[in-house]
């Protein structure tokens, strides 16, 4: 069966701070994976997403992530966080059923 | 492009009452919209799949007769709880898609819905 896991409820850095999220999904084919960010009371915002191609994505707000088949990952990252970075980040994969597959979240938290 | 507006963003209602839920797609043809649920501080729960035209598919554990799903257009969803009780309360977020395959899909801003 298809999942994802984000293994870090919560993560706190410092303002200026690198970033990574991690994200492992459970996928037989090629998987299509996005990145997300909700902020408090809204709904999703698309950071970024992988359907093919390079494997290194970049997207908005200066995020990236990496896709690894090998280690079944799309880790996002983020050189310098900022403090309007603050939010719930989710991980999803999209199955051959066209149903996307929700990560549980990684809340991130910065320090001024 | 690509804007997905639902309304309204919240919603009181008292126990026992119905209330419905308008998933709009502002800018594009919605083959698909999806329906989620989110409990505070936890992820989205896909409820069901709909397609214009077409009767919706529920979730394993969804019930349907609770949950109505209308997809009347292809830029119009709507979502009534029915008989509304205090455990349904919850912040219900839509999302549509283009086609029917691994398209992406547009997320709405979601619902807030509070059943006193």
């Known amino acids: 069966a298809q999942s994802v896991t984000q293994p870090d409820i919560h993560i706190t850095v410092s303002e200026g701070a690198s970033l990574e999220l991690r994200c492992n999904y459970s996928?037989?084919?090629?998987?299509?994976l996005f990145w997300y960010v909700q902020s408090p009371g809204q709904g999703l915002q698309l950071l970024l997403k992988?359907?093919?191609?390079?494997?290194l994505v970049q997207g908005i707000k200066g995020f990236e992530a990496e896709f690894k088949r090998s280690q079944s990952s799309f880790n996002l990252r983020k050189p310098s966080v900022h403090w309007s970075d603050a939010a719930e980040y989710f991980c999803a994969v999209a199955s051959g059923t066209y149903k996307y597959i929700f990560g549980t979240g990684t809340r991130l938290k910065v320090l001024a | 492009g690509a804007v997905v507006s639902q309304h309204p963003s919240r919603v009181i209602c008292k126990s026992g009452t119905s209330v419905k839920i308008e998933c709009r797609s502002l800018?594009?043809?919605?083959?698909?919209m999806f329906w989620y649920r989110q409990f505070p501080k936890q992820s989205l729960m896909l409820m069901a799949t709909s397609n214009e035209g077409s009767k919706a598919t529920y979730e394993q554990g969804v019930e349907k007769d609770k949950f109505l799903i209308n997809h009347a257009s292809l830029t119009l969803s709507t979502l009534t709880v029915t008989s509304a009780h205090p455990e349904d309360s919850s912040f219900y977020i839509c999302?549509?898609?283009?086609?029917?395959?691994?398209?992406?899909?547009?997320f709405g801003p979601g619902t807030r819905l509070t059943v006193t």
């Open positions: 992988y359907f093919s191609g390079d494997t």
């Open positions: 996928y037989g084919a090629t998987p299509y």
């Open positions: 999302s549509a898609s283009v086609g029917r395959g691994r398209d992406e899909q547009y």
């Open positions: 800018d594009f043809q919605a083959t698909t």
